[in-house]
């Protein structure tokens, strides 16, 4: 019989460990991506890379993500009856990047807004239309150019630099939509603004949906 202490015979009476679970495996895909967003933002030597550079980048890394379906946990996929979802999936501890599935009930739709920071946009489930936004000759913001609309596997990049406002809904009236957005900061914590019809603009912090984080680092299950 194994006494207090006998920790060494573990190995030979436990169990197998499983080689992964229906956990763990999915969600390598979004620490994949994770992990080459940040070595996009380190390279050796370097201090900084121009906007257009680093979208270029980390597109790629994104399309394949959204190459899958089966990675982001049913937690952090669920709509609300009442307002869309932002729920933070990373945040990069130096605040350069984080990572969000936003969540959309059948017919909701955001106001004008707009994000401060470069983003890429792709659609995961669903789809979503995207209408662009600019100021007119009397300094109001006013729809420019066709809307955008988003299928599976689709990107869109926002910035100010490349057009930072826009009114989003989800195509549909009748079921979700899941894109996921990665944006160059905090984004939840970012003060950016609404444009209203009337005129002006409001400050607004969007904040996230979740209190909690998927765990990407629990690795104990894999054979490394
Ligand atoms: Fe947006």
Do not use: C
């Not at 207090?4 to 991506?33: E, V, Y």
């Not at 933070?88 to 959309?104: K, M």
């Amino acid at each position: 019989m194994a006494t207090l202490g006998d920790h060494r015979g573990l190995a030979p009476t436990a169990p197998p460990l499983p080689t992964h679970t229906a956990q763990t495996m999915p969600l390598t895909a979004l620490r994949d991506f994770v992990t080459a967003v940040t070595q996009e933002l380190s390279p050796p030597g370097a201090t900084a890379q121009d906007e257009a550079t680093l979208l270029a980048a980390v597109r790629p890394h994104l399309a394949r993500l959204l190459a899958s379906d089966d990675w982001l946990p049913d937690e952090l996929a669920q709509p609300h009856a009442q307002y869309y979802q932002q729920y933070l999936l990373h945040a990069d501890p130096l605040g350069r990047f984080s990572v969000v599935s936003f969540v959309w009930g059948p017919g909701q739709k955001t106001p004008v807004h707009d994000h401060t920071v470069w983003g890429l946009i792709g659609m995961l489930r669903g789809e979503e239309i995207a209408q662009p936004y600019a100021l007119d000759d009397a300094g109001r913001w006013t729809p420019q150019g066709p809307a955008a609309r988003l299928l599976p596997g689709d990107i869109e990049a926002v910035s100010p630099t490349l057009g930072d406002v826009h009114e989003v809904r989800n195509a549909f009236d009748d079921r979700t939509s899941i894109s996921i957005h990665v944006y160059g900061a905090n984004i939840g914590a970012v003060r950016r603004h609404v444009y209203p019809a009337e005129g002006g603009r409001k400050d607004f912090v969007s904040g996230y949906s979740n209190a909690w984080l998927p765990n990407l680092w629990d690795r104990s299950k894999e054979t490394v």
